[in-house]
């Protein structure tokens, strides 16, 4: 089975600079997908950025972007920026790609953003 | 609605009381998860259909537990004889059966069992 783990159970950083949120994962398989989640105190998971395995380039979303390193199978997260509203739970998900592609979630990382 | 929708938010059992836990996914939507998350941890795969079919439900805790997709929409998550443990909010995600498209997730609902 798929794992996937956070090891940073929180972390702070000061409003407009930047962090990185990390993530490793384990798996056999070739092709899958990788996300990162955003989960505010409502509880709504928000997707914040996807990375297709096949890709070499990295995913950019504005100020979001990822490091993400096959052969090592990493996937850590950068917010340049740092706004108060990115203080949130932060968990890494992997996908398989096969039938049942079903999502495998790391255990999270508190961000706080210091003003 | 535009999103995935779930209810109650809240449910106050006692332990041994059976509970209905309802998700209504986005329309179109031939993907749907259940998720089991305890307070400060990620979520746990529970079971997961496409369309009625519930292809995978290895994450189901116990026998106790029991989903349904009769019509393919409409999902219920039964837990029977609740107990303890089974304390946690239960997250509903759908998605398109397109490979590697994200999935869309409820705001939950968060059970305590007393």
């Known amino acids: 089975a798929q794992t996937v783990t956070q090891s940073q159970p929180e972390m702070s950083v000061q409003e407009a600079e930047t962090v990185t949120l990390s993530c490793t994962y384990d798996t056999s398989e070739s092709d899958y997908y990788l996300f990162w989640y955003k989960q505010p105190p409502s509880r709504q998971m928000i997707l914040v950025i996807r990375q297709e395995a096949y890709k070499q380039q990295n995913a950019t979303e504005n100020r979001f972007s990822v490091n993400f390193q096959k052969a090592a199978k990493s996937f850590s997260l950068k917010i340049s920026d740092s706004q108060l509203g990115d203080a949130a739970m932060y968990f890494c998900a992997y996908r398989s790609a096969g039938v049942v592609n079903k999502f495998y979630f790391g255990s999270g990382t508190k961000l706080n953003v210091k003003p | 609605g535009a999103g995935v929708s779930q209810s109650p938010r809240y449910k106050v059992a006692k332990r041994g009381q059976d509970v209905a836990l309802r998700c209504d996914p986005i329309?179109?939507?031939?993907?749907l998860f259940w998720y089991q998350q305890a307070l400060g941890q990620g979520p746990e795969f529970l079971t997961y259909f496409q369309n009625e079919a519930q292809l995978d439900k290895s994450g189901l805790p116990s026998d106790r537990f029991f989903a349904e997709r009769p019509e393919g929409s409409v999902s219920t998550l039964k837990i029977q004889r609740t107990q303890q443990e089974d304390s946690a909010v239960y997250l509903c995600a759908s998605s398109l059966v397109v490979l590697g498209t994200e999935a869309f997730f409820g705001q939950g609902t968060r059970l305590t069992v007393v």
């Open positions: 329309s179109g939507h031939v993907s």
